[in-house]
């Protein structure tokens, strides 16, 4: 693909994710971060730690609070130059309301395929990608399980997430050339096993923005977060959601 070619279908790609639907609530917005720590044990293998902190900052009259921190272990197997394989445990807290706090145990499974092949570097264990637009899916098994401070009953829910991820670099030929600023687009959609009774599990997401790319140990990232949630499989997308999230990865 040529670099002009490439670098329209990005754009085309980030002007379908950040196209407005109309939704019948008011948004709210919100602040999202992620410190990220991963460990290269190998050529293959991959251990990390996520700590996601969250809050709301601004909501229509009437709607409470909250504020969530998800810390999330992982490791990640990589298995030839198309598909990792992943496992990921997600520990959280939120506070809902003045009156209720929940707790998150959900553990998860699933494949990043590289859509554009990748090649292990034989001197540094990372991917490179063979081309400059880089095209990855990333599709998960989730077991949620939510447990509350109050009587309400617990939930259990299974649920699929499956994520497209676009990655194009501006100043650099590939996204893993050192000092390289890139944008990165994905869309993702979260679909339930069944109709849980937690509020908005079947939602979609759209992330859009710039990263950088200091060294293959440190880069940073800035995005737009817009989502949109259903109570149930049968109802409409009703709820809309803003955030900004802001992003620090580091790698040994």
Do not use: C
């Not at 991917?127 to 989730?142: A, F, G, M, S, T």
Request: without cysteine.
């Amino acid at each position: 693909m040529t670099r002009p070619r490439a670098l329209g279908a990005l754009a085309a790609t980030l002007a379908l994710l950040l196209v407005p639907r109309a939704t019948a609530a008011q948004p709210d917005v919100q602040l999202w971060a992620n410190v990220k720590f991963n460990w290269e044990k190998s050529h293959r293998t991959m251990m990390g730690v996520d700590a996601e902190p969250k809050v709301l900052v601004w909501a229509p009259p009437g709607d409470p609070w909250w504020a969530t921190l998800d810390v999330t272990p992982s490791i990640e197997y990589k298995r030839g130059q198309w598909i990792d394989a992943i496992g990921e445990l997600l520990i959280g807290r939120t506070r809902q309301t003045d009156d209720l706090n929940s707790t998150e145990l959900t553990p998860r499974i699933g494949l990043r395929l590289h859509l554009l092949s990748n090649l292990r570097d034989q001197i540094r264990k990372e991917r490179l990608p063979k081309r400059r637009l880089v095209i990855r899916d990333l599709l998960r098994l989730e077991y949620r399980n939510l447990y509350y401070s109050t009587d309400k009953p617990d939930s259990h829910t299974l649920r699929v997430r499956n994520r497209i991820e676009t990655l194009w670099p501006i100043n650099r030929h590939k996204i893993t050339d050192d000092g390289t600023v890139y944008l990165s687009a994905d869309w993702e959609w979260f679909i339930p096993a069944d109709d849980p009774s937690e509020r908005y599990a079947n939602r979609q997401r759209t992330r859009a923005g710039a990263g950088y790319r200091r060294s293959a140990a440190w880069s940073f990232e800035a995005l737009y977060v817009w989502d949109r949630s259903r109570n149930t499989v049968d109802e409409p997308f009703t709820a809309t959601d803003h955030a900004a999230e802001l992003t620090m990865k580091r790698v040994w």
